[in-house]
C-alpha cells in the first residue's frame, strides 16, 4: 500500500529524482522523460473520461489503472536483476496487451472499414481520445529510445503500440460508430 503523508519532499530541487529502485537520476533522464509521458497520457485520459460513459468510461478507468502499472514498470530499471530485488516489481505482462487487442477488435466490428485517414475531431470525447492517442504514441517513441539504452520489458513496448490504436479505434466509436468521423479530403485546399 501506498502512503504519502507529505507531498514535497525537497529531494529533487537539485534537478535529480529517484527511481523505484532508489537510484538518483538526472530528471531529463530518458527514463523520466519515458514514465512522465506515459503520466501526461493517463492526464488526458482523465480529460476524456469526463465526456464518457458506461462501458467507454469502465475502459477508460482500466487502462489508467494499467498506466499506473507501467509507470511502475518504467521506473524501475533493469528487469534482469527483478529477482534480487526487496519485493517483486511490478512489470507489464502480456495478458495486458492481450486484453487490448481483444476489445480493439471487438470495437472494430462495429465499425464500417475507413476510405480514408480521420481528422482528429469529431464528438467532444472523440477529440479528447485523438489527444490521448498522440500523446500515448509519444511515451511510445520515447520507452523506444530508452530501449535502445537500457533494458525495457516487451510487454511494455507493445502495450504503448496497442494503446494507441485503441484510442484511435476508441475515437471512431465515438463518432457515433464511425458515422461523425471527420474525413482527410487530400488537397481540399489547394
Partial sequence: ???????????????????????????????????????????????????????MDAALSRIQNDLFDLGADLCRPDPSKDAEAEYPPLRMVPAQVDRLEAEIDAMNDALEPLRSF?????????????????????????????SQDAEVTEAAVKYLNRLSDWFFVASRIANDDGKADVLWVPGANR
Fill in 1 to 55: 500500500m501506498v502512503v504519502l503523508s507529505k507531498i514535497y519532499t525537497r529531494t529533487g530541487d537539485a534537478g535529480t529524482t529517484a527511481l523505484g529502485d532508489g537510484t538518483r537520476v538526472p530528471k531529463t533522464d530518458h527514463r523520466v522523460d519515458a514514465y512522465g509521458t506515459v503520466d501526461e497520457a493517463n492526464a488526458t485520459i482523465g480529460m476524456a473520461r469526463l465526456h464518457a460513459r458506461g462501458d
Fill in 118 to 146: 480521420v481528422l482528429p475531431g469529431g464528438s467532444p470525447l472523440a477529440a479528447h481520445l485523438h489527444l490521448c492517442r498522440t500523446v500515448t504514441r509519444r511515451a511510445e517513441r520515447l520507452t523506444m529510445g530508452l
